[in-house]
């Protein structure tokens, strides 16, 4: 069975801080899309980066960076210095390769940053 | 361009009714996705629609159907509705299947008294 661990119930940081949320899948697929979306307080999901099981590349875009390792099987996320936007709920994903749209969210990180 | 449309935005219903919730994709988009939030149960995948067909439903009763239209709008039914139907419902909407980027609309509120 496929299951998404998000083990970080609630952060809090005051902001520039960096933070770092984790996530922990299982699958016994080989290949799989992991993801992560933002809900900010409005409530309307926000997709923020699809990462194909084969492809371990980390990647960066703006203060945003993922840290994909198919060996512990992580995909955590880190906020580079957090500004007060950055306050929401943040949830990790996974999906099968052949059911795309199937997905399954873990149960979300409460991110509150402080100004 | 017009971002993923949900109608209505709230809506209280009672025990028993049935309720039909609606999307309408961004232009050009064919893949409609609906997904369920509860604070219980969190975030489900209820059911996804491409070219009018249902081409993956995640796990809940018979009671939860929806279907898309040729202008790739979609609606979804809730008959004989629970107290734990309650929920916000999100839909959202990707150019084609395997899309990489889905967009989300803002969600149905419903409550069931």
């Known amino acids: 069975a496929q299951k998404v661990t998000q083990a970080q119930t609630e952060i809090s940081v005051v902001e520039k801080e960096d933070v770092t949320l984790d996530c922990v899948y299982e699958t016994r697929d080989t290949t799989y899309y992991l993801f992560w979306y933002k809900q900010p307080p409005s409530g309307e999901l926000v997709f923020l980066i699809r990462r194909n099981s084969f492809d371990e590349q980390n990647e960066i875009s703006g203060r945003y960076s993922w840290n994909f390792q198919k060996s512990t099987s992580s995909f955590n996320f880190t906020i580079t210095a957090s500004q007060v936007v950055d306050s929401a709920v943040y949830f990790c994903?996974?999906?099968?390769?052949?059911?795309?749209?199937?997905?399954?969210f873990g149960p979300g990180t409460s991110l509150s940053v402080i100004p | 361009k017009a971002g993923v449309t949900q109608t209505p935005r709230y809506l209280i219903k009672t025990r028993g009714q049935q309720v039909t919730l609606s999307c309408s994709p961004i232009?050009?988009?064919?893949?409609v996705s609906w997904y369920q939030q509860t604070p219980g149960q969190g975030l489900q995948f209820l059911f996804e629609?491409?070219?009018?067909?249902?081409?993956n439903k995640g796990n809940f009763p018979g009671r939860f159907s929806g279907r898309q239209f040729s202008n790739s709008r979609s609606e979804m039914n809730v008959s004989t509705l629970e107290l734990g139907d309650s929920a916000l419902y999100l839909c959202a909407s990707s150019i084609d299947r395997g899309q990489e980027t889905q967009y989300f609309g803002p969600g149905t509120r419903l409550l069931v008294l």
């Open positions: 994903a996974l999906a099968d390769w052949t059911s795309y749209d199937k997905v399954i």
């Open positions: 232009s050009g988009h064919r893949s």
């Open positions: 629609y491409f070219s009018e067909t249902q081409r």
